[in-house]
């Protein structure tokens, strides 16, 4: 049988080691809990160590009411850049798995909701609107992770 693709597209995921690319990539895959908690697509941190050492792409299919094709979309995990001993090795790996998509539609920049936008941030930002101008000009989007839904998100 035939798939019929009714639209296609690529979102990047970017931002610092810990921040929850790998979780929010997850979860744009497949939100059911099933998915995200017993068998996530993308391997998800357990401690403070980082989990994501090499760029993962994952391709997810959906059918959209109404429509006879699918909806293709391809999210692109990625280490942290802001560990100095693999950061070469990590955007060596960036750019061959660019290679190998034709377009990126979306940059998702992860961050953490009480983290400081600091150095580490900005070389970030900063390295990967080198690296793909275009996309950095008008399709980058901020997603703040870890936001207290307890006592700690009522201001004191």
Known sequence: YIVTVIFDMA???????????????????????????????FAT????????????DELSRIKLPGQKGNFEFRVIDTPGLNEKSA?????????????????????????KFDSKIDAQ?????????????SLFEKNVI????DFATDERSVLQ
């Not at 901020?142 to 992770?145: A, K, L, S, Y």
């Open 87 to 111: 950061d070469l090795r990590h955007m060596i790996d960036i750019i061959e798995t660019f290679k190998s998509v034709s377009f990126i539609h979306a940059c998702i920049l992860v961050v």
């Open 11 to 41: 979102i990047l995921l970017i931002g610092s080691t810990g921040n929850g690319k790998s979780s929010l990539g997850n979860f744009l895959i497949d939100p059911d809990d099933a998915h995200l908690w017993k068998h996530p697509t």
């Open 142 to 145: 901020v997603v703040m992770t």
């Open 45 to 56: 941190a357990k401690s403070n160590l980082p989990e994501t050492q090499r760029v993962r």
């Open 121 to 133: 941030y900005e070389s970030t930002v900063r390295y990967y609107s080198k690296l793909l101008p």
